[in-house]
């Protein structure tokens, strides 16, 4: 298991964040006023982990020198302002169409993208659609289960992707409910909502 970088390594990373050309150990010492050899555990310990890699070689003081920049995972490290940037974007959608507007453009946008997978679809029947909507729930990042009977479905779903916006924007959940009845083809019922407090989403179909 990977562990957390310590606050020292915290900030070399914050120091090759803020130098997209890469820093050799000696920069990363001398601005960090440590030793070239602490300096040198942490990034053997960093490059381990995946946050750092070597691009090229530079020279300091007449001598070759690996420089280090920050892989993908690295910069991913660094914490982004989605959630904020999202609600921000929604806010505004919303009072420009206001509540009913927007609720309607969050079922369009499930149609449409329901109509992109839709032939996964083609040919099956009702409980094998159910299967394949929860596999796609699964890699869209929901953690889901099935339950089924001789007539009916239910889909469950114990974490909700846009669980925070959707506490700011109910209409989101129209996006779920339009996706879902649009690829199983037939009408289905929320019977709970994690966004209306609920334990977890369900979602009832009947064959």
Request: proline content about 2%; charged content about 25%; aromatic content about 6%.
């Amino acid at each position: 298991m990977q562990n957390q970088p310590t606050p020292r390594q915290e900030q070399i990373l914050a120091l090759l964040l803020a130098t997209k050309t890469g820093l050799c150990i000696d920069e990363i010492a001398e601005q960090q006023e440590i030793s070239r050899n602490a300096v040198k555990q942490h990034m053997i310990t960093l490059e381990k982990n995946l946050l750092i890699k070597t691009a090229h070689l530079k020279f300091t003081k007449g001598r070759p020198a690996r420089n280090y920049i920050l892989t993908e995972q690295g910069i991913n490290h660094f914490s982004k302002q989605y959630s904020w940037f999202c609600n921000l974007v929604l806010s505004e959608l919303k009072e420009e169409m206001g509540a009913d507007g927007f609720a309607d453009f969050m079922k369009r946008l499930g149609r449409k993208i329901a109509h992109s997978l839709a032939s996964q679809f083609t040919g099956k029947n009702a409980k094998q659609k159910a299967e394949i909507l929860t596999t796609i729930m699964q890699n869209l990042g929901y953690q889901v289960t099935i339950e089924k009977t001789e007539n009916s479905a239910t889909i469950t779903a114990i974490n909700c992707v846009f669980h925070d916006l959707a506490q700011e924007h109910s209409e989101l959940c129209e996006f779920d409910r339009e996706l879902i009845g649009t690829l199983l083809d037939n009408p289905i019922e929320q019977t709970e909502c994690m966004a209306k407090k609920g334990c977890a989403c369900r979602f009832k179909t009947e064959f």
